[in-house]
């Protein structure tokens, strides 16, 4: 099966800006210039990133076009597990800085650790159980190493919006959840995944993938297209429907399913039945390089 053509991604650069865009490392920096954005009457809108910058990320920049737009950089090693790939993540700050000066951000966070985590801290944000489903057990700790980075963006920025991918779908509810139980004054922007032209959806650690792999990861799309099928046609067997994505994977021996959910968009439970905002989401591994995906479906009630 062919993957749904995804249309030109160049569509989602935004011109050049022409103002000058800083670069900052220090959380006293970036309040002094986002204190004196607010004081102009600016909206103040945070895009939070690891780096390796791509045009999902440009997409979000391209979001908020209309606030001072402040990129954080930084890559956050409390959401890495021991096993995981926090040594090898590709880190491309110059080439970053670039991606942001030319989509218009107005300023780049790009903070050394001792800003983020000082000498003895302690403290740590744990979610709920919106965590404990699709990638929560394959990834122990991730959840609470990303809500606690990301609530301290949100307090050393102080932005009105922050704005997500949604390809990262359960930490996007997992951040909306969090800014709504600590009530903190802003609010969260989801917006759709960008994709490459056959489909599979840009990701950091696409760059990791051999040419071999990079073939065989669109397995993933399209297992999410045969139940988007299955689903528009009439399929209410979640089983049934997982059990024929999980055969278009298997068309690759050598690739590892963590999980493949049709789920609840709003609270990522498992549905009795197939009707509402529905959540198709999958994890596998290509090789040594974890990838996911999700669509959105809205089925009749």
């Known amino acids: 099966m062919k993957p749904r053509p995804v249309g030109d991604l160049s569509s989602t650069r935004p011109p050049s800006k022409t103002a000058a865009m800083d670069v900052v490392a220090t959380n006293a920096q970036v309040r002094a210039s986002v204190a004196a954005a607010r004081s102009r009457g600016l909206t103040i809108a945070l895009i939070p990133t690891m780096g390796a910058l791509h045009a999902g990320h440009i997409s979000l920049i391209d979001a908020a076009r209309d606030a001072f737009r402040v990129v954080s950089i930084y890559v956050n090693p409390t959401q890495f597990g021991p096993t995981e790939d926090f040594a090898r993540y590709p880190r491309t700050i110059d080439a970053d800085c670039a991606v942001c000066r030319q989509a218009g951000a107005d300023l780049v966070f790009a903070p050394a650790d001792s800003e983020i985590y000082p000498p003895g801290e302690q403290t740590r944000v744990r979610p709920g159980p919106l965590a404990d489903t699709l990638c929560g057990p394959f990834r122990p700790g991730h959840f609470e190493g990303v809500c606690t980075v990301v609530a301290k963006l949100f307090n ?44 599979l959806a840009m990701s950091s650690r696409n760059a990791f993938l051999t040419p071999e792999d990079r073939a065989r990861a669109i397995c993933l799309y399209r297992a999410l297209w045969v139940a988007r099928d299955m689903l528009t046609a009439g399929g209410s067997n979640p089983g049934r429907i997982t059990a024929a994505m999980r055969a278009v994977i298997a068309e690759h021996a050598d690739i590892k399913v963590d999980y493949l959910s049709i789920v609840d968009a709003a609270n990522l439970r498992p549905m009795e039945s197939l009707a509402g905002k529905i959540l198709i989401a999958g994890a596998i591994r290509v090789g040594k390089t974890r990838l996911i995906d999700n669509m959105i479906l809205e089925l009749p009630r």
Do not use: H, S, T
């Not at 932005?159 to 997992?174: E, H, M």
């Not at 903190?184 to 489909?199: A, K, N, Y």
């Open 156 to 199: 050393i920025v102080q932005p009105d919006v922050a704005y997500f991918g949604q390809k990262d779908a359960q930490q996007a509810l997992i951040i909306r959840r969090m800014v709504i139980d600590l009530a903190m004054p802003l609010c969260i922007e989801i917006c759709p995944i960008v994709r490459e032209p056959d489909g």
